[in-house]
């Protein structure tokens, strides 16, 4: 099993303490550039900016999370395939400075193994119940996605068939000593 891949797809990562003096003209100057409207959320973050360049480049900002006592300066969330941080550097730069502390929150990880589906063997250490819907093995619930336990088994080839593309954009490998 030397051909496995691993890579990471999503990563999170929280800027601490942006005030808001900050945030508003820089969310004011992404929705302009972009075309995007931003869109108010009823849980989790308040402020929410969507950039969308193609199936592949996205970018998600959320800001001042509803369970933060009122303040001038909030979290700031962001939300991205590693692939396309380059492309946003600038977006970053300007958090970077106007932030007190960078955080990594979460990412999902990925293992790329060249086998048939009826091949793979899948446990479930934390006993969650697999669900089976269009060939796709889910375990967890949806509600559950959020927390460690939550897997998702797919026949790569058959999604990419699918979407009519020829492949997504390189990932970041890592060597996987057997």
Not at 32 to 56: A, Q, S, T
Not at 130 to 135: Q, R
């Amino acid at each position: 099993m030397s051909n496995i891949k691993v890579s990471i797809d999503r990563i999170v990562i929280e800027y601490r303490d942006v005030y808001w003096t900050f945030f508003n003209p820089f969310k004011q100057n992404i929705c302009d550039y972009y075309g995007i409207k931003e869109y108010i959320g009823k849980m989790g973050f308040k402020y929410h900016l969507h950039i969308r360049e193609c199936p592949n480049r996205y970018f998600h900002i959320s800001y001042q999370p509803y369970h933060e006592p009122k303040s001038m300066k909030h979290t700031l969330r962001i939300e991205t395939h590693l692939d396309p941080l380059e492309h946003f550097q600038p977006i970053l730069d300007g958090l970077k400075a106007n932030a007190s502390s960078i955080w990594f929150v979460r990412c999902d990880v990925a293992f790329d193994i060249s086998c048939p589906m009826n091949q793979v063997f899948t446990a479930s250490s934390t006993g969650r119940r697999m669900n089976l819907y269009e060939g796709t093995r889910y375990y967890g619930n949806k509600r559950q996605r959020q927390q460690a336990g939550y897997c998702r088994v797919y026949d790569k080839c058959k999604e990419q068939k699918k979407q009519k593309q020829k492949g997504r954009l390189p990932p970041i490998t890592f060597p996987v000593p057997l």
